[in-house]
Every structure is written in C-alpha cells, then in structure tokens.
C-alpha cells in the first residue's frame, strides 16, 4: 500500500530532518491524522524521493525524518505542449491537470491569432500542475512556461521533432503515422483552430503538420487525445 505524498520545493540530497510547509503539514496531520512514526514520501519535483517519518505530528509546521533519498532520472522523453489559452479557464485547468498525469515535461500557453481567453492565473495554474504530479505520485514537475505569443514559440523552440495538429483541409500525415522522438513539440491551436497564416509559418519553421482524425475535437480533448498517441513509455 502506498504511503501519503507531498511536494516541498526545499527538501534537498543530505537533509536527514525536513519542517514541512504549512499547507503540506495541515493536510497530513489535520485532514490525514497522521501522527508521529507515520511514513510519509516527500518529492522536491526535481528527481528527489524521499522516504521519511513523522517526527513532530504539528498542524502548521511538522518535523520529519527522511530515512531514505532517491533521485531519479529525468523521463526519457522531452514533451513540450504549446497550447491556445481557452475562452473557459476551467477547461484549461482540466487540460492541464491531465497532461501532467499523463508525463508531459513542459507547457505553454499560447496566444494565437484566434484565441479568446480570460486573464491567465499562473499561481492557480501552479497549483493544479503540482497537485496532479502528487496524484500521479511522479518526481519532476513540469516546466510552466508563461503564456507566449505563437510567433515566439514557432521561433523559439530547439526540439528535434516539430507537430502542427490543425484542421484545415490540406496535407496532412495522421497523427497514427508518427514515430514520436524522445525530444518532440506538439502544437495545439484554440475554439477556431490556427489560421492559414500560422500554419503556413509554422511549417516555414519546420513543424510537420498532423491529422487527428475524422471528426472536430475541442482544444483540450485534442491535447490529450494527442498526448496518449505521441507519449514514449
């Protein structure tokens, strides 16, 4: 049986005690009653997994051993999601939360020529990537990138494998056609798709435009539709 997670930004190789955050020790012992002897693992999101046991079972500042320290290594596959901000936050909070579950490394947010959105709340954006890393129990939280304008992206991404999901009617490889690389960047355009003009620039910057399929997928379904195919296990 799996023992409670948490994340500490601060936990660090060599520590052999840890004062969890306030938000970290009222959940363990308020909303869990852990006490004290009890097992906890601690992630720093950076690789680090740490065994530990509840020393000091305090609401606001409980102390624990670590027993044990592991890093891990990096996933083997680099995934950067460039993705439109949605008119509707809720659909994007859910997005993100699922790519996390699913390994993805990176996320942008994106401003394309279509996109409708409300006001980005990186904070809040933070805490639904941290939380669903804990769900998923995994060691590297993924990079959230500010939101970027879709020219900056197209110019500034290095991976060594380019994807362009978007639904004008023009060549187009199947998405199920693709060998995905340990090192690959996906786009995914907003409500009204990319424009001609943004497909025509990404595929001047070396993005190799895919088909998803036969039928219209919204933003977010398409993100994670995608994200199943192209994810290296």
């Known amino acids: 049986m799996s023992v409670p997670y948490f994340y500490e930004p601060l936990v660090a190789a060599g520590m052999t005690q840890f004062t969890m955050s306030e938000t970290s020790s009222k959940h363990c012992i308020q909303v869990l009653r852990m006490d004290v002897g009890d097992a906890i693992d601690i992630t720093n999101g950076q690789g680090g997994l740490f065994h530990a046991t509840i020393q000091v079972a305090h609401k606001k500042n409980a102390l624990v051993a670590i027993t044990e320290t592991i890093q891990t290594e990096r996933p083997s596959q680099k995934l950067h999601l460039g993705i439109s901000l949605l008119k509707t936050a809720v659909r994007l909070e859910w997005l993100f939360e699922k790519a996390t579950e699913m390994g993805v490394t990176e996320i942008t947010p994106l401003v394309c020529e279509r996109t409708i959105h409300e006001r980005f709340k990186t904070e809040r954006m933070q805490q639904i990537i941290q939380s669903a890393m804990i769900q998923s129990q995994q060691t590297w939280l993924p990079i959230l990138v500010e939101p970027t304008p879709f020219s900056h992206f197209i110019a500034q991404t290095a991976a060594s494998q380019k994807l362009i999901a978007h639904c004008e009617p023009t060549n187009k490889a199947s998405i199920k056609s693709i060998l995905p690389s340990n090192d690959l960047a996906l786009l995914i355009g907003p409500e009204g798709d990319f ?18 399929g036969p039928t219209r997928l919204r933003t977010e379904t398409a993100g994670i539709f995608a994200l199943s195919v192209l994810k290296n296990f």
């Open 195 to 212: 424009s001609p003009t943004e497909i025509e620039a990404a595929i001047a910057k070396d993005f190799t435009p895919i088909d998803l």
